[in-house]
């Protein structure tokens, strides 16, 4: 019971560690705490912080270009596991290149005299956008738009041999062309990886990965899921996470109500194809981001055909 205490408070910790760290918007604002060099670049604002990490969106004096940096700081044992995930990011984002992925360029590192590690930074794409999460879609045809963008880029990520394992609305960035980036790549994992500890976000975590199993392409399809059933019914999935059921629960795949039930603007085509995704059981989701992408394109254009009838018809 001890231990599950423990995992729930860690789950819960990474999850603000990685939320906090995605905010997109520059606070330029005056603040005494910033920096103003980090590992030679020049600091010009705070885009976020979070528990041992923060970010910043910083200019290289030399090459002159604007890009941002992760720092964290060693202050306890614990922080070690950030710069665990800085590597990760920093191996995912510099293997797979996708538009609709942020990229990672360098890793630096100040160490002691004794080669231990105090801080590091992680050279990142600079994004314009705002995340999902503080600003959702705006209607059903931007909405099954963006999730095909998000699509297409995990999609890029799965056959660069990689699993996303946190996909969730606030690592979902848009900006005002509706162009789409996936970010944090941090808890990122080679597919059939079997994790350490529990790691994702409770809203939209897996089974598998509340039960520490192989983490699948079917993992991301569930986390896929349950961002978008987030963002056509305005409230998060209910997981096994957040609510104890047993594993591969009937019950529990049975009980839950599905976006058509709570907004009955959403075409029941795309309510299916929704609830098919977040099945406990990874066999019974749809087998790919390729899949997924086939099926919200069709479903993209009986929407728009529909919304121009009705426009014709006014």
Same mark, same amino acid.
């Given at each position: 019971? /001890?231990?599950?205490?423990?995992?729930? /408070?860690?789950?819960?910790?990474?999850?603000?560690?990685?939320?906090?760290?995605?905010?997109?918007?520059?606070?330029?604002?005056?603040?005494?705490?910033?920096?103003?060099?980090?590992?030679?670049?020049?600091?010009?604002?705070?885009?976020?912080?979070?528990? $041992?990490?923060?970010?910043?969106?910083?200019?290289?004096?030399? !090459?002159?270009?604007?890009?941002?940096?992760?720092?964290?700081?060693?202050?306890?044992?614990?922080?070690?596991?950030?710069?665990?995930?800085?590597?990760?990011?920093?191996?995912?984002?510099?293997?797979?290149?996708?538009?609709?992925?942020?990229?990672?360029?360098?890793?630096?590192? /100040?160490?002691?005299?004794?080669?231990?590690?105090?801080?590091?930074? #992680?050279? #990142?794409?600079?994004?314009?956008?705002?995340?999902?999460?503080?600003?959702?879609? $705006?209607?059903?045809? =931007?909405?099954?738009?963006?999730?095909?963008?998000?699509? %297409?880029?995990?999609?890029? #990520?799965?056959?660069?041999?990689?699993?996303?394992?946190?996909?969730?609305?606030?690592?979902?960035?848009?900006?005002?062309?509706?162009?789409?980036?996936?970010?944090?790549?941090?808890?990122?994992?080679?597919? $059939?990886?079997?994790?350490?500890?529990?790691?994702?976000?409770?809203?939209?975590?897996?089974?598998?990965?509340?039960?520490?199993?192989?983490?699948?392409?079917?993992?991301?399809?569930?986390?896929?899921?349950?961002? !978008?059933?987030?963002?056509?019914?305005?409230?998060?999935?209910?997981?096994?996470?957040?609510?104890?059921?047993?594993?591969?629960?009937?019950?529990?795949?049975?009980?839950?109500?599905?976006?058509?039930?709570?907004?009955?603007?959403?075409? =029941? %085509? #795309?309510?299916?194809?929704?609830?098919?995704?977040?099945?406990?059981?990874?066999?019974?989701?749809? %087998?790919?981001?390729?899949?997924?992408?086939?099926?919200?394109?069709?479903? =993209?254009?009986?929407?728009?055909?529909?919304?121009?009838?009705?426009?014709?018809?006014?």
């Amino acid at each position: 019971m /001890r231990a599950e205490r423990r995992s729930v /408070r860690m789950v819960r910790r990474e999850a603000v560690m990685s939320t906090a760290a995605s905010v997109p918007s520059v606070d330029a604002t005056s603040d005494p705490k910033r920096p103003t060099k980090l590992f030679g670049f020049d600091v010009s604002g705070r885009i976020g912080s979070g528990a $041992g990490s923060a970010i910043y969106s910083v200019t290289d004096p030399i !090459m002159g270009r604007h890009v941002a940096l992760k720092h964290v700081v060693i202050k306890t044992s614990k922080h070690h596991r950030l710069i665990e995930q800085l590597r990760t990011e920093m191996q995912c984002g510099s293997m797979v290149m996708h538009s609709g992925l942020r990229k990672s360029i360098d890793l630096k590192f /100040r160490r002691n005299l004794l080669f231990q590690i105090l801080e590091a930074g #992680l050279v #990142l794409e600079l994004v314009e956008g705002i995340p999902l999460e503080r600003r959702p879609p $705006g209607g059903l045809i =931007e909405t099954v738009g963006v999730f095909i963008q998000v699509a %297409q880029a995990l999609e890029a #990520l799965h056959k660069a041999g990689w699993i996303h394992c946190d996909l969730k609305p606030n690592n979902i960035l848009k900006d005002d062309a509706g162009r789409v980036k996936v970010i944090d790549l941090g808890q990122a994992a080679r597919i $059939g990886t079997v994790k350490v500890r529990i790691q994702g976000t409770p809203d939209y975590m897996a089974p598998e990965q509340l039960m520490r199993n192989p983490v699948t392409v079917q993992t991301d399809v569930f986390n896929f899921g349950a961002t !978008m059933y987030w963002a056509l019914c305005g409230r998060p999935l209910p997981t096994l996470y957040n609510i104890g059921k047993a594993k591969n629960s009937l019950l529990f795949d049975r009980m839950m109500t599905t976006p058509y039930e709570v907004n009955p603007a959403v075409p =029941e %085509q #795309l309510s299916n194809l929704v609830m098919e995704c977040v099945r406990t059981k990874p066999s019974k989701r749809p %087998q790919d981001m390729t899949e997924l992408v086939r099926h919200l394109e069709v479903i =993209e254009y009986v929407v728009k055909k529909k919304a121009a009838g009705q426009e014709k018809g006014q």
